[in-house]
Nanobody, 130 residues
Framework: QVQLLESGGGSVQAGGSLRLSCVVS????????LSWFRQAPGKEREGVAV??????NTYYADSVKGRFTISRDKTTLYLQMNSLKREDTAMYYC?????????????????????????WGQGTQVTVSA
């Protein structure tokens, strides 16, 4: 079973930066889609960025392209967030699921309902003020 633990959230002024971390542990011997989602108050959870651990391809929501970067090392998934905007305020979650077919990681970006059997972290809050 995969376990995920996020950290790195906090409060920052608009234009600032934060780096979120997600320690991934457990059974990870197959290639996975590692992803970041976010959920703002009163809104649905949305995909932010996804990384395929097999081919290294990354996918981003249009709203964060050019500002956010997803990356990983052996044990941790990261989300570097630059030029933060007030609309980036949300609870951020990391999630993991095995790569079920070619193109699956890109599909996950459409929303959490696309995850067939994903594992989730508990979330970390990001608040961006004016």
């Amino acid at each position: 079973q995969v376990q995920l633990l996020e950290s790195g959230g906090g409060s920052v002024q608009a234009g600032g930066s934060l780096r979120l971390s997600c320690v991934v542990s457990g059974y990870m011997y197959t290639t996975h889609c590692l992803s970041w989602f976010r959920q703002a108050p009163g809104k649905e959870r949305e995909g932010v960025a996804v990384l395929n651990t097999g081919d290294g391809n990354t996918y981003y929501a249009d709203s964060v392209k050019g500002r956010f970067t997803i990356s990983r090392d052996k044990t941790t998934l990261y989300l570097q967030m630059n030029s933060l905007k007030r609309e980036d305020t949300a609870m951020y979650y990391c999630a993991a699921d095995i790569v079920r077919w070619n193109g699956y990681c890109a599909t996950i970006l459409n929303g959490p309902e696309e995850l067939i059997n994903g594992y989730w972290g508990q979330g970390t809050q990001v608040t961006v003020s004016a």
